[in-house]
């Protein structure tokens, strides 16, 4: 467990340096000086030179990329925008729950929609349902999720007046109209059901094919045999080696999805993190790149770690070694 | 995998298909023979051509109707966007990015709806000598583009980064798979950990930063022939798209390195890089050619997501993306503006797909369920 632990950290410690290098390296190769940026459009050279010494993009790229760890590390600080020198952090902090509850509304919404519909095409493959369910798994991996998103908000939105087609409310802080878990949810509605196609498709395909799988073993065979009823074989020997896999992917396509979940974010104008890393990245802001980039790495790690403790909850086979 | 409907089961009764004479050459015994009277007469045995690897290959993926409508409809795609989009031009007499005030309406400055005559007279002079010019799906937006013409134009640029950029990741990641499968040690220690490393990247952000900090130094190169920005997305796309492969390959190899025919290759004293050439890389064709189809897909989704957001395809090169950018703002009066490419995007990749799953149970036929 020792061993397992310390296995951990170094890989977290390692991945996060690597992420966050290569995105440093990545900005130096940006042709436009972000002092220019700040400056304004009437500045002279010598103030682009103060803005850069300001801004310390004067400096080598390594200095710069040791300052931000010094200041991440030891401060817990992600220091401060470029484009408007809000902190880093008070931005990704606000970014990080739009993201965040889109990510796993979207989650509960395609587990909800791909367990049974999986399950139950792999029960009677071949079937009226497993024909039109593998149907649906090819048109969601085909279509793209941005077009998707503009259907269902034309559709859904405008036409039928349903929900509103764009925006976002805070779960809490009911100050103004919008604000609440009602209107929350009523905002996220059409952005769950957007972003949760793709995934369903994805996940219904692997779980019939697990299920599938794990029927044919011989440990099935036997648990029938030996009189076990249906239920009970189906929910011990089957869906709990079947869902093996799942959790793993589960946990890996949501921690990357908390980086990332840029289309669906655009297409709705939700504000946050993947929309938050596109304004920085058209506006040479840095710091609020590198903050999404870290806010997405320890994500990713985090939930390794969270995959790694349930897989061996599930499957007492699994020692952590 | 797939819903394998009627070809699935036409495709089951192997055995029967196998019929007399095989059965009798391959000497299964007079039982069997006396059970097929019906054809050819005993003693009169024809003798079995061998069927070769592709040849099985083929004949299975012939009876996949749906992966075969895939093919097809690709052949389609390539044959409209390379050939029949400049024929398209030339019999409409416009480009796909030549600006028509005509293609908006005067009135409201939106886009003209679909099968519209406009007229070309303040540019007669650049496009001909038509007095009018039919838009067969409108205007594009404010600039009066063809919208059909940039449907047709916007395919070439999806199939160059698409194909492009698989070919980029699947080179390097056959390169670097077959390298540290085969020579194992340190090398294959480093590219392992630098796969794993790389796909926990949140690698869409790395995407995205690194098309728009190189796309401004690299959109220019066009080769002559490319569209403005493909090279860009190419690079990009297959800087990270090899690490995929990269894995295949390399667990293949690693099974593969110990088997008996490699082994006697390496008694016979064949160098390193024949093993690999004449030995390794033929048994990696098919997962090869599957994962392929299935990355074009891929592909195809990734470049028009960037040039939706606007760092993938610069204006004025049409591509898939930036329609379906256009398409929101138009929402009231053209509301097809977003169904037209995504409508392209989505049967596109669906096509890349059921190739991909039909040549996977064509290679495999273990694979199908």
């Known amino acids: 467990m020792v061993r397992y632990l310390a296995r951990r950290v170094i890989w977290a410690a390692v991945l996060f340096i690597a992420v966050t290098l290569v995105a440093y390296v990545l900005f130096f190769l940006i042709p436009n000086d972000p002092a220019k940026l700040v400056a304004g459009k009437a500045a002279t050279d010598a103030d682009v030179k103060r803005a850069a010494h300001f801004l310390g993009?004067?400096?080598?790229?390594?200095?710069?990329?040791?300052?931000?760890?010094?200041?991440?590390?030891?401060?817990?600080?992600?220091?401060?925008?470029?484009?408007?020198?809000?902190?880093?952090?008070?931005?990704?902090?606000?970014a990080?729950?739009?993201?965040?509850?889109?990510?796993?509304?979207?989650?509960?919404?395609?587990?909800?929609?791909?367990?049974?519909?999986?399950?139950?095409?792999a029960l009677r493959?071949?079937?009226?349902?497993?024909?039109?369910?593998?149907?649906?798994?090819?048109?969601?991996?085909?279509?793209?999720?941005?077009?998707?998103?503009?259907?269902?908000?034309?559709?859904?939105?405008?036409?039928?007046?349903?929900?509103?087609?764009?925006?976002?409310?805070?779960?809490?802080?009911?100050?103004?109209?919008c604000g609440g878990p009602v209107q929350w949810a009523y905002h996220l509605v059409l952005p769950w059901a957007t972003f949760a196609i793709l995934f369903a498709a994805l996940y219904v395909r692997m779980i019939r094919a697990n299920v599938l799988d794990t029927m044919n073993e011989d440990y099935v065979r036997t648990a029938r045999s030996k009189g076990a009823p249906e239920h009970l074989v189906l929910r011990s020997h089957i869906l709990r080696n079947a869902m093996l896999p799942v959790v793993t992917m589960l946990g890996m396509d949501i921690s990357l999805a908390l980086g990332g979940a840029v289309f669906t974010e655009t297409v709705y104008s939700l504000p946050g993190l993947g929309k938050t890393a596109i304004f920085g990245l058209n506006n040479n802001d840095i710091p609020t790149v590198e903050g999404v980039i870290v806010f997405a790495t320890l994500a990713i790690i985090v939930f390794n770690l969270v995959v790694d403790l349930l897989y061996a909850w599930i499957d007492p086979r699994i020692r952590l070694t | 995998m797939r819903q394998h409907c009627a070809c699935r089961i036409s495709a089951t009764p192997m055995a029967t298909e196998q019929h007399s004479p095989e059965i009798l050459s391959s000497g299964a015994g007079l039982a069997a023979a006396v059970a097929i009277e019906t054809g050819t007469e005993l003693g009169e045995l024809q003798p079995v051509r061998a069927r070769g690897y592709w040849e099985q290959v083929w004949r299975r993926f012939r009876r996949d109707k749906v992966a075969i409508g895939g093919g097809l409809f690709i052949i389609f795609l390539f044959l409209s966007a390379f050939a029949g989009a400049p024929i398209a031009a030339r019999l409409l007499g416009h480009g796909p990015n030549d600006l028509f005030a005509g293609?908006?309406?005067?009135?409201?400055?939106?886009?003209?709806?679909?099968?519209?005559?406009?007229?070309?007279?303040?540019?007669?002079?650049?496009?001909?000598?038509?007095?009018?010019?039919?838009?067969?799906?409108?205007?594009?937006?404010?600039?009066?583009?063809?919208?059909?013409?940039?449907?047709?134009?916007?395919?070439?640029?999806?199939?160059?980064?698409?194909?492009?950029?698989?070919?980029?990741?699947?080179?390097?990641?056959?390169?670097?798979?077959?390298?540290?499968?085969?020579?194992?040690?340190?090398?294959?220690?480093?590219?392992?950990?630098?796969t794993e490393i790389v796909m926990a990247f949140p690698l869409l952000l790395f995407i995205i930063a690194l098309a728009s900090t190189v796309g401004d130094?690299?959109?220019?190169?066009?080769?002559?022939?490319?569209?403005?920005?493909?090279?860009?997305?190419?690079?990009?796309?297959?800087?990270?798209?090899?690490?995929?492969?990269?894995?295949?390959?390399?667990?293949?190899?690693?099974?593969?390195?110990?088997?008996?025919?490699?082994?006697?290759?390496?008694?016979?004293?064949?160098?390193?890089?024949?093993?690999?050439?004449?030995?390794?890389?033929?048994?990696?064709?098919?997962?090869?050619?599957?994962?392929?189809?299935?990355?074009v897909?891929?592909?195809?989704?990734?470049?028009?997501?960037?040039?939706?957001?606007?760092i993938g395809i610069k204006q004025p090169t049409a591509s898939w993306g930036s329609l379906l950018s256009d398409g929101p703002t138009y929402y009231l009066t053209q509301p097809w503006l977003m169904v037209w490419p995504g409508l392209a995007i989505l049967f596109t990749t669906l096509a890349f797909n059921l190739l991909g799953d039909g040549l996977r149970d064509a290679f495999d036929p273990r694979s199908a369920h």
């Open chain 1, 57 to 94: 993009t004067d400096r080598p790229f390594y200095v710069q990329y040791a300052k931000f760890l010094d200041r991440l590390v030891i401060h817990q600080n992600l220091g401060f925008s470029f484009a408007n020198r809000q902190s880093v952090n008070s931005i990704v902090g606000n």
């Open chain 1, 96 to 121: 990080a729950p739009v993201t965040a509850s889109l990510v796993f509304g979207g989650a509960i919404f395609w587990m909800l929609l791909a367990l049974p519909i999986g399950i139950l095409s």
């Open chain 1, 125 to 177: 493959p071949r079937s009226l349902l497993d024909r039109a369910s593998m149907t649906f798994v090819l048109i969601g991996i085909s279509a793209h999720p941005i077009w998707i998103g503009l259907i269902f908000a034309y559709f859904f939105g405008f036409k039928l007046g349903w929900t509103p087609i764009t925006g976002y409310c805070d779960f809490i802080n009911p100050s103004t109209d």
């Open chain 2, 103 to 194: 293609g908006t309406n005067p009135q409201t400055l939106l886009p003209v709806g679909p099968w519209t005559h406009v007229s070309t007279v303040p540019y007669a002079g650049a496009v001909g000598h038509f007095p009018h010019t039919l838009f067969l799906l409108g205007g594009d937006g404010q600039l009066g583009r063809d919208e059909f013409l940039r449907l047709l134009y916007g395919a070439q640029v999806s199939l160059e980064v698409a194909i492009g950029a698989t070919l980029l990741s699947m080179l390097i990641g056959v390169v670097m798979g077959s390298i540290a499968g085969y020579h194992g040690g340190w090398i294959d220690t480093i590219v392992s950990r630098v």
């Open chain 2, 217 to 295: 130094r690299l959109d220019n190169i066009t080769l002559g022939f490319l569209g403005k920005g493909v090279v860009t997305l190419v690079l990009v796309l297959g800087f990270f798209g090899w690490f995929y492969p990269a894995r295949i390959v390399r667990a293949q190899v690693l099974s593969l390195r110990e088997k008996e025919f490699i082994e006697a290759a390496r008694m016979v004293g064949a160098s390193d890089l024949r093993i690999v050439r004449s030995h390794l890389l033929p048994h990696l064709v098919a997962p090869i050619i599957v994962l392929s189809s299935i990355t």
């Open chain 2, 297 to 310: 897909a891929q592909f195809i989704l990734l470049e028009a997501g960037l040039s939706f957001l606007g």
